[in-house]
């Protein structure tokens, strides 16, 4: 018969050894837990890189189908949306002609008063901020009856003055006294510092354009958005809209704002929003990049 001291030495041991097999289950637990989340990761990250690639993919489809020297089957850029799968993924790309919207640098008073106007911003208002915007970019001193110069910036609390220069891009709007975040967000489909344009080409303008025209109204705008995109020819002509304001489908400018979206087929997906310039480079491309923005949405 064991001793006493023998049975609590052997009780001793096996819950050492009960300590020592938990232990070890938790470490290696712990590992595989490690490892099943490393290769999630992996899995995730490789998946971004594979839809961004794609996403790139649909950029440069964009390019070779705008160049296509066949006008019957030539993509159109006025915004419809453009779809075909490559590996698996579902690729959409939208093209809009920067013609079809509102030069920061070009406008008219009149349209940009109306592009304010559309958000529901009282008249007044609206002018007010279109004579901040253009003191920002002229090159005088001379403060217009609603603008704003230096002074008035620095006595606003800015740390900086107006620029007295043109806009270099359509973010730097958001420099411009009582443009705020919100209004730009509203506005910033609409506007472009690369058509050279005072006026705006129907045949690609987008929805906030077109609102931005006096007595064009959102209904207004969506049925000739509508019938616009039905539109296969670029030889046929526009719907009309607006006296005044014209356009055609055949014709436009040599620099495209393009969003691509891949999505895989477990639904994760990456976009690219970006604005090219048709024409080479010194690398061989057929554009060059002017704007580039990922995974932006609104």
Do not use: C
Not at 172 to 177: D, K, N, S
Not at 211 to 226: L, S
Request: net charge negative; no cysteine; glycine share 8%.
């Amino acid at each position: 018969m064991k001793s006493p001291l023998v049975r609590k030495q052997q009780g001793i041991a096996l819950v050492l050894v009960l300590w020592v097999a938990l232990l070890m289950s938790v470490i290696a637990g712990s590992f595989a837990l490690s490892a099943r989340t490393e290769s999630l990761q992996s899995r995730i990250l490789f998946n971004e890189t594979q839809a961004r690639f794609l996403a790139e993919a649909g950029l440069n489809r964009a390019v070779f189908e705008l160049r296509n020297p066949d006008p019957e089957t030539r993509w159109i850029a006025d915004g419809r949306s453009h779809k075909f799968e490559l590996d698996g993924a579902e690729i959409e790309v939208k093209i809009t002609d920067e013609s079809g919207k509102i030069d920061l640098n070009q406008a008219s008073e009149e349209l940009l008063v109306g592009l304010f106007a559309s958000l529901g911003i009282e008249y007044d208002e609206a002018i007010g901020m279109v004579d901040k915007i253009l003191d920002w970019k002229d090159a005088d001193e001379e403060i217009r009856l609603a603008g704003a110069e230096d002074d008035d910036y620095f006595s606003a609390g800015h740390s900086h003055g107006a620029k007295d220069a043109p806009f270099d891009t359509v973010p730097e709007l958001i420099q411009v006294m009582d443009i705020d975040y919100e209004v730009y967000r509203k506005i910033e489909p609409a506007l472009t510092v690369y058509s050279g344009r005072k006026n705006v080409n129907l045949a690609f303008a987008p929805r906030e354009v077109l609102m931005a025209i006096d007595g064009v109204t959102g209904e207004m705008a969506d049925v000739f958005i509508q019938e616009r995109h039905a539109i296969e020819d670029v030889n046929a002509e526009l719907p009309l809209l607006a006296e005044g304001y014209s356009g055609q489908l055949r014709g436009g400018g040599t620099t495209f704002s393009i969003i691509s979206k891949a999505t895989l087929p477990n639904k994760q997906f990456a976009e690219i929003d970006a604005t090219i310039r048709m024409g080479g480079n010194l690398q061989g491309r057929p554009f060059r990049v002017v704007r580039w923005r990922d995974n932006e949405h609104k």
